[in-house]
C-alpha cells in the first residue's frame, strides 16, 4: 500500500499562482503525476514525471505548468502559473508503485476570474 498525502490546492484569482504538493509514503520507481476532474467532466491528465525526470503536459496546461520530483523525498509538485477560471478542478496525484497506481484525496483548486 502506498499513501499519497498532497496539499496546496485553494482559492486564486485568474493569472495566479498556486503551488501543489504530494507526498508518497514509499519509495515510487514509476511514475508519478497530477490528474484532475473538474465537476461533469472525466478525471485528465495534467502532468506527469518519470523517476529520471522527464515530464509530460497536457496540451492545455503546457507554457503554464511546471512538474518536478524529488526522489530523495518521495515527493512530486505541480507548480501552476497564469491559471485560468478552466483551470478549477479537483487535482488528484498518481503514482505508479510496481504496476499498481495509487491516488491521492484529492485537493480542490478553484481560480475566479
Known amino acids: 500500500q502506498v499513501q499519497l498525502v498532497e496539499s496546496g490546492g485553494g482559492l486564486v484569482q485568474a493569472g495566479g499562482s498556486l503551488r501543489l504538493s504530494c507526498a508518497a509514503s514509499?519509495?515510487?520507481?514509476?511514475?508519478m503525476g497530477w490528474y484532475r476532474q473538474a465537476p461533469g467532466n472525466q478525471r485528465e491528465l495534467v502532468a506527469t514525471?518519470?523517476?529520471?525526470?522527464?515530464?509530460n503536459y497536457a496540451d492545455s496546461v503546457k507554457g503554464r505548468f511546471t512538474i518536478s520530483r524529488d526522489n530523495a523525498k518521495n515527493t512530486v509538485w505541480l507548480q501552476m502559473n497564469s491559471l485560468k477560471p478552466e483551470d478549477t478542478a479537483v487535482y488528484y496525484c498518481?503514482?505508479?508503485?510496481?504496476?499498481?497506481?495509487?491516488w491521492g484525496q484529492g485537493t480542490q483548486v478553484t481560480v475566479s476570474s
Open positions: 514509499r519509495t515510487i520507481f514509476g511514475t
Open positions: 514525471i518519470t523517476r529520471g525526470g522527464t515530464p
Open positions: 498518481n503514482a505508479n508503485y510496481y504496476g499498481t497506481f495509487y
